[in-house]
């Protein structure tokens, strides 16, 4: 057996961890912790007599015992650390994706809700995303609880007491799903113009694509990356 809340070089650390989660294939654990001995972190403060600290998501790599494979799921914007607490951590199958619910407003931009929120951050790219987000891409004004987190990453689900959705009359806590991307969006395309006869290359470039996404050779031999 091999501890996951353990610094890079195996030590124990002072202020433990809870709130687990675990890869589809058991390589990455994310858990929550007061503690900073995982990352030199600037600016994160644990809790003392001078200084109230926050509780923060880490991800650890369980195949190698080197130092820096506990990386800091809980980032801001800016690439700091958040200014309040995270917890109940939720991953992906492959642990790209780590979600998490938190009452930082700095996790993600224009946050002004003042309330907790269920934020996704995709580590290959470094963002993140918020979860809880009503129609039309509205704050939500009611804390979150209960997130979940689809095995590719695409969907995340949340529980709230606020009246989401016009059949929602129970006054009573409800689960949601949300699809937290969206339709791929085209930035340029290249060539602009084939050959007759020949059998180009086709590179669509734009943000949406799934990251997984392989080319597409059509009838005519035609290959689109």
Do not use: C, W
């Given at each position: ?13 002072p202020?433990?961890a809870?709130?687990?989660?675990i890869?589809?294939?058991?390589r990455?654990?994310a858990?929550t ?5 995982f990352?030199s972190?600037?600016?994160d403060?644990e809790?003392?007599p001078t200084?109230s600290g926050t509780a ?13 494979l506990?990386?800091?799921a809980?980032v ?5 650390p ?17 979600g998490?619910v938190t009452?930082?407003?700095n996790a993600?931009d224009?946050d002004?809700?003042?309330v907790s ?6 580590r290959?790219?470094?963002?993140n995303?918020?979860?809880?987000l ?5 704050q939500?004004?009611?804390d979150v609880?209960?997130p ?10 949340f529980?709230t007491?606020?009246t989401?959705t016009?059949?929602d009359?129970?006054?009573a ?12 969006t085209?930035?340029?395309v290249?060539?602009t113009a ?7 290359t ?7 694509f799934?990251a997984?996404?392989?080319p597409v050779v ?6 689109v990356?």
């Amino acid at each position: 057996s091999r501890k996951p809340s353990g610094t890079g070089t195996g030590l124990s650390v002072p202020l433990g961890a809870y709130d687990q989660a675990i890869s589809a294939d058991g390589r990455y654990v994310a858990f929550t912790s007061l503690s900073t001995e995982f990352d030199s972190f600037a600016g994160d403060v644990e809790p003392s007599p001078t200084a109230s600290g926050t509780a923060d998501i880490f991800v650890r790599d369980m195949t190698t015992t080197t130092a820096g494979l506990t990386t800091r799921a809980t980032v801001s914007t800016s690439g700091g650390p958040l200014d309040a607490d995270s917890a109940f951590p939720i991953m992906s199958s492959d642990a790209r994706y780590v979600g998490y619910v938190t009452d930082a407003s700095n996790a993600v931009d224009g946050d002004t809700n003042g309330v907790s929120d269920v934020v996704v951050r995709d580590r290959q790219r470094g963002v993140n995303h918020r979860g809880s987000l009503g129609p039309g891409l509205v704050q939500l004004t009611t804390d979150v609880h209960s997130p979940v987190i689809s095995g590719d990453g695409t969907y995340v689900g949340f529980t709230t007491r606020q009246t989401i959705t016009s059949i929602d009359s129970n006054h009573a806590d409800d689960t949601f799903l949300r699809l937290l991307v969206g339709p791929p969006t085209i930035s340029g395309v290249s060539p602009t113009a084939l050959t007759a006869g020949t059998a180009p290359t086709i590179t669509v470039t734009g943000s949406g694509f799934a990251a997984n996404a392989l080319p597409v050779v059509d009838g005519q031999g035609v290959t689109v990356s």
